[in-house]
């Protein structure tokens, strides 16, 4: 079985930073991606970042380019999403993902900006995070 645990949300002024962590379990593939979704209260949920198990190579949403920055650490099998700057448009839920097999890549969808296939996906519980003015 597949277990993603997201921590490190919480409520900051704009400008500040927050780091996201996502402790997965039961997830062995070194062929596929991971990424960070968010979504707010009303709108679709949207990809921010992803990378690639087998090397590291990053996406990241338009959005957020410049101020976000994915990672992981495979011994510890965790993925990292370091937010800086802030501000109240990204105020939401943050999912961490992991890639199934058939399913589109979730480095494309990132990338592409697509809309993320969440039945066919693994996911987290979800973290708040919340920006104020």
């Known amino acids: 079985q597949v277990q993603l645990v997201e921590s490190g949300g919480g409520s900051v002024q704009a400008g500040g930073s927050l780091r996201l962590s996502c402790a997965a379990s039961?997830?062995?593939?070194?062929?596929?991606?991971m990424g960070w979704f968010r979504q707010a209260p009303g709108k679709e949920r949207e990809g921010v970042a992803a990378i690639f198990r087998g090397g590291g190579r990053t996406y990241y949403s338009d959005s957020v380019k410049g101020r976000f920055t994915i990672s992981q650490d495979n011994a510890k099998n965790t993925v990292f999403l370091q937010m800086n700057n802030l501000n109240p448009e990204d105020t939401g839920m943050y999912y961490c993902?992991?890639?199934?097999?058939?399913?589109?890549?979730?480095?494309?969808?990132?990338?592409?900006?697509?809309?993320?296939?969440?039945?066919?996906?693994?996911w987290g519980q979800g973290t708040q995070v919340t920006v104020s003015s």
């Open positions: 039961g997830y062995t593939y070194s062929s596929k991606c």
């Open positions: 993902a992991a890639e199934r097999r058939g399913a589109t890549s979730l480095c494309t969808v990132v990338a592409g900006g697509f809309r993320p296939e969440q039945g066919l996906n693994y």
